[in-house]
């Protein structure tokens, strides 16, 4: 009996977290954050419901903080088998779950001090720095794309490109339970394909009976690369103009490497000013372009090409800013000044800061280039809100707001059903990762109409795969 149950990311954006039990093994694809309201945040405290001492081994398809931010519970609950994912992913999941846990300390200690004086309750971390070495440490070899590994018992994977951010991948996994043979793909993140720094997602290796994938995008497509470039550097040209700052909340991966790339094509077009005082204000995100210009194996051939000549993401006038201090000079400028902090959703990190002292002028402006979950002050922000609350006070919102979904590393829904038709005609697919109300209904909606058989699991909801599949 091959049995799936989904256990974050079921009719809902975040916390993706997929589970694959047969009679050998048991083996989970992702164990992420929940990302947004308070409420979210009670459900990454909560128990598992599986047992972590019970689970063989972890497939990681990329290090976005909702695929891999509960890794460390995972451990510290009991897991000790083993984490695969590629090369790239394991140097970027250390980086983000390093960050994270460092995060939570410092959130619970700044807690145990409001509480002592009032004498409440102190609430600890979800987890600290040791619980996310010790997770780290169980990193097995990486896996390149294309090999074949078995990671529990009768239970192969293979990893290919998904082209999401750096070392991302979907997860092709052939499984043996008895006399029951089963192909199940896990589509990961699917990148949005056509741009300049990753290749296209790549198609599995061999057709699935079963597609676990994501509708992040279900409902809608993005406006092209050139098109979200150009509104970019005209939103940065014109409010330099009218001598406002600009800010970009940027998720460290990928996104961050790809906005210093756009800039440096207005730049290079004459379109902004060389040099353009930038501030890339996110350690994470410094250290990830390190990490992104060390595996140019992973990189698009073309865009490879363009480092051995320059290197785009050294932009004339790129200030990188790993101090407290320095981030906190850079609050002192009033105008001409393009700041890129994290996080993208502005849900903590030090664009909160940055947009608590720019948010109530008129001049400036707000430039989001990603996905905003609800219950996130940037999705409050997109949404009209006249005012967002920051660090206790209530902060007017009179900047100029933009918002610009070319950049974003998902696939939109036209790319969605382009790679599912890559994977041939399986059984049946199942809708994750997704807004319930707009991305899976719309998706499914389309699913209908070219003729496929899916369903979107509930949180938990036992499904067998293995009696509706075809036997091989």
């Known amino acids: 009996m091959i049995r799936f149950s989904s256990h974050g990311a079921a009719k809902q954006v975040t916390g993706s977290c997929h589970l694959i039990e047969t009679a050998r093994a048991r083996v989970l694809v992702d164990c992420g954050l929940f990302q947004g309201g308070r409420e979210l945040e009670e459900d990454n405290s909560g128990a598992f419901a599986f047992d972590a001492a019970y689970i063989d081994a972890v497939l ?10 509960r890794l460390p519970l995972l451990h510290q609950r009991g897991f000790r088998g083993a984490i ?22 410092e959130q619970a200690r700044r807690a145990a001090r409001r509480a002592s004086r009032a004498s409440a309750t102190v609430s600890l971390p979800l987890y600290g720095i040791n619980d996310a070495l010790r997770c ?6 990486p896996l390149r794309y294309g090999e074949r590994r078995e990671v529990a018992g009768g239970i192969h994977a293979t990893f290919v490109n998904a082209g999401h951010i750096l070392g991302s991948a979907s997860v092709l996994l ?8 089963l192909r199940v793909l896990f589509s990961g993140d699917i990148g949005n394909p056509g741009r300049p720094l990753l290749d296209d997602p790549a198609p599995p ?10 509708t992040t995008y279900g ?11 150009d509104e970019l550097v005209q939103a940065v040209a014109v409010t330099l103009q009218r001598g406002g700052n600009v800010i970009i909340p940027t998720f460290a991966l990928e996104r961050a490497q790809e906005i210093l790339y756009a800039l440096y094509s207005g730049i290079r077009a004459g379109a902004l000013p060389q040099p353009l005082p930038v501030f890339l204000d ?20 073309s865009f490879v090409e363009e480092l051995t000549q320059h290197d785009p993401m050294q932009l004339p006038g790129l200030r990188m800013t790993r101090e407290t201090a320095d981030s906190m000079a850079i609050n002192r400028i009033r105008g001409g000044a393009v700041i890129m902090a994290g996080s993208g959703m502005a849900s903590g990190g030090r664009v909160r800061h940055h947009l608590r002292h720019n948010l109530g002028q008129a001049d400036n402006s707000i430039v989001f280039v990603g996905y905003a979950a609800n219950g996130t002050p940037a999705r409050e922000i997109i949404d009209g809100a006249r005012s967002v609350r920051l660090f206790g006070d209530d902060i007017a919102v009179r900047a100029r707001i933009h918002t610009i979904n070319g950049f974003s590393a998902h696939a939109g829904q036209s790319e969605l059903l382009a790679w599912l038709r890559r994977c041939g005609q399986p059984q049946r697919v199942l809708l994750v990762h997704g807004d319930y109300a707009r991305g899976m209904q719309a998706f499914g909606a389309l699913l209908d109409r070219a003729g496929y058989a899916w369903q979107m ?4 909801e036992p499904i067998l795969l293995g009696g509706h599949a075809q036997q091989t």
Do not use: N
């Open 219 to 229: 409902d809608r497509d993005h406006r092209p690369w050139q098109a979200s470039v």
């Open 174 to 181: 052939e499984i043996e339970d008895g006399d029951e043979r």
């Open 136 to 141: 780290i440490d169980a990193f097995a070899a």
């Open 60 to 69: 990681l398809t990329h290090a976005h903080l909702d695929h891999c931010g």
């Open 84 to 105: 695969y994912g590629t090369d790239a992913t394991r140097e970027l999941a250390r980086l983000v779950l390093l960050d994270a846990a460092g995060l939570q300390e």
């Open 282 to 301: 996110s350690p994470m995100a410094i250290s990830a372009t390190e990490i992104f210009l060390a595996h140019r194996d992973a990189l698009r051939a």
């Open 457 to 460: 699991p509930g949180a938990g």
């Open 205 to 214: 290796p061999a057709a699935p009976d079963i597609v676990v994938m994501e």
